[in-house]
């Protein structure tokens, strides 16, 4: 099992519960991990959505949550702040889960 593949499957199963609590609508991986090019050391960047607005302090909260998760450094990017011309190459190559 690739990398790739058990941060979906640990993303799937606490899904139900981290939507719950965060209000997430959606989530998505992008970054080395998707294209396979990550190395020792490398952090997983992943894209998220709210269904209500998120305070800063809950914001850091689910990113911690994430890493502790995940086993991983988190680099968690909200979609709606995506600049447009790095946004394009990020919704390019983003796996939602």
């Not at 991986?29 to 090019?37: A, C, H, I, T, W």
């Not at 850091?60 to 600049?83: G, I, T, W, Y």
């Not at 394009?88 to 796996?95: C, D, F, K, M, S």
């Amino acid at each position: 099992m690739t990398d790739l593949e058990r941060f979906k499957n640990i993303l799937n199963e606490h899904r139900e519960e981290l939507e719950k609590e965060y209000s997430i609508s959606n989530m998505g991986l992008f970054g080395s991990y998707v294209r396979d090019d990550q190395e020792k050391g490398s952090d997983l960047d992943i894209l998220v959505e709210f269904s209500q607005p998120i305070s800063l302090l809950r914001f850091v909260s689910l990113k911690r949550r994430l890493s502790q998760l995940l086993d991983v450094e988190v680099d968690l990017v909200m979609k709606k702040a995506l600049k447009p011309r790095v946004g394009e190459r990020i919704l390019a190559e983003v796996v939602y889960i």
